[in-house]
């Protein structure tokens, strides 16, 4: 089993719609958790942290669930511009440096 | 905002050289990291550096080497080329464990 998993995708949606992604982690240890945006051949960028009360920014609303070892990433009202990869990273446990990091989920907004 | 700027956006090399990559930071971080990113495989740790002259190895050191001797300053190092270390290579910097990465540009670097 992948230390993190996310289904790859495609998620093709109109714009406008809500798209939710889930990402499952192995280590029960883990105690950061962030999700990151990754356009075509250029780096990743932090779209948000995941905090334990869940969190808000916009449109994007970001869930932990340590019971079940899952965070998910909630966009509504899609956009044009959301399309793109989204990573979902936590770290290896405690104060730990290194972050695991998923293989991402692509997806495409169309008008 | 935090700042990180690798050297080279794009890097065409020959087998057999020895190749210097190179990463700064602007923003006091303690914590410094390599990843190499290939398609399907996503992000995967060269070497990391926790302070200046500190460093550890990730989960694919093999062929590289790192120096740190400035805090703002992370140097990759390929000792000896090879065409299987083609990759996009992504250096980022973080202040603190708990705290998110910070990412380059990234540099695209082809062996031939």
């Known amino acids: 089993r992948k230390e993190v998993e996310q289904d790859p995708g495609p998620f093709n949606v109109p714009e406008g719609a809500t798209v939710a992604f889930n990402c499952t982690y192995s280590n029960s240890a883990s105690q950061s958790f962030f999700w990151y945006r990754q356009d075509c051949r250029k780096e990743p960028k932090l779209l948000m942290s995941?905090?334990?009360?869940?969190n808000e920014d916009g449109r994007f609303t970001a869930q932990l669930n340590r019971a079940s070892q899952y965070i998910s990433l909630l966009i509504r009202d899609s956009k044009l511009s959301d399309s793109a990869t989204y990573l979902c990273?936590?770290?290896?446990?405690?104060?730990?440096?290194?972050?695991?990091w998923g293989l991402g989920t692509s997806l495409a907004v169309n008008p | 905002d935090v700042k990180v700027t690798q050297s080279s956006r794009y890097l065409v090399k020959r087998t057999g050289e020895k190749v210097f990559l190179e990463c700064v930071q602007d923003m006091d971080h303690e914590n410094m990291f390599w990843y190499r990113q290939d398609p399907g495989l996503g992000l995967r740790l060269i070497y990391f550096?926790?302070?200046?002259?500190?460093?550890e190895k990730g989960d694919i050191p093999e062929g590289y080497s790192v120096s740190r001797e400035k805090k703002e300053r992370f140097s990759l190092i390929l000792e000896s080329a090879s065409t299987n270390q083609t990759s996009m290579y992504l250096c980022?910097?973080?202040?603190?464990?708990?705290?998110?990465?910070?990412f380059g540009d990234g540099t695209r670097l082809s062996i031939l």
């Open positions: 550096s926790y302070d200046v002259k500190m460093k």
């Open positions: 990273v936590v770290n290896r446990g405690g104060n730990n440096r290194k972050l695991i």
């Open positions: 995941v905090y334990s009360s869940g």
């Open positions: 980022a910097s973080m202040i603190q464990g708990d705290q998110p990465q910070h």
